[in-house]
T-cell receptor
Framework: DAGVIQSPRHEVTEMGQEVTLRCKPI?????LFWYRQTMMRGLELLIY????????DSGMPEDRFSAKMPNASFSTLKIQPSEPRDSAVYFC??????????FGEGSRLTVL | ELKVEQNPLFLSMQEGKNYTIYCNYS?????LYWYRQDPGKSLESLFV?????AVKQEGRLMASLDTKARLSTLHITAAVHDLSATYFC??????????FGKGTHLIIQP
């Protein structure tokens, strides 16, 4: 299995631009998580889906952030408009029956 | 509030020494996970502990779970430089979701 696949790996954009991060979970996993990691705030859960349905989005910072999971093999995290404080590494993770998380390599976002 | 507290948060030790990282949790779940993160890298699953008394070992690392004390430990035996990383303890699963500890930054010096 290829593991959790995220794209892009790196993105540099200017404030106000729209950013879309993508994630392909491991086939057969029914839960998908989006995390954000910064030096200041550590690892934060943004949202998680179970069977493509958003279960907990209380970690989504504000309305500028949105996430979708249109099917079992694809999810997006969108930031519109982006701000410099959104600069972080965004991780996608999926899990199956044991609850063990398998993380993607992350998308490093820099907003200038 | 669901909590997972790791101790210590920072640890510098010499190669060849033994040490233990402690993880206290207050979540209702008795599932416990340990992850490793190298600088600039993603998180890698190390251990999955699902029941009281569970003990798992991989190389110089051994993890255990005491659900009555709500405590998990990660023991490092005869540390080597390659084990330098940040180690996260994670508890939960199910309706309560997963709760991460803040991570233990481990530096092993030659």
């Amino acid at each position: 299995d290829a593991g959790v696949i995220q794209s892009p790996r790196h993105e540099v954009t200017e404030m106000g631009q729209e950013v879309t991060l993508r994630c392909k979970p491991i086939s057969g996993h029914n839960s998908l998580f989006w995390y954000r990691q910064t030096m200041m705030r550590g690892l934060e859960l943004l949202i998680y889906f179970n069977n493509n349905v958003p279960i907990d989005d209380s970690g989504m910072p504000e309305d500028r952030f949105s996430a979708k999971m249109p099917n079992a093999s694809f999810s997006t995290l969108k930031i519109q408009p982006s701000e410099p404080r959104d600069s972080a590494v965004y991780f996608c993770a999926s899990s199956g029956g044991l609850g063990e998380l398998f993380f993607g390599e992350g998308s490093r976002l820099t907003v200038l | 509030e669901l909590k997972v507290e790791q101790n210590p948060l920072f640890l510098s030790m010499q190669e060849g020494k033994n040490y233990t990282i402690y993880c206290n949790y207050s979540t209702t779940s008795d599932r416990l996970y340990w992850y490793r993160q190298d600088p600039g890298k993603s998180l890698e699953s190390l251990f999955v502990l699902l029941s009281n008394g569970a003990v798992k070992q991989e190389g110089r690392l051994m993890a255990s779970l005491d659900t009555k004390a709500r405590l998990s430990t990660l023991h490092i035996t005869a540390a080597v430089h390659d084990l330098s990383a940040t180690y996260f303890c994670v508890s939960g699963g199910g309706a309560d979701g997963l709760t991460f500890g803040k991570g233990t930054h481990l530096i092993i010096q030659p």
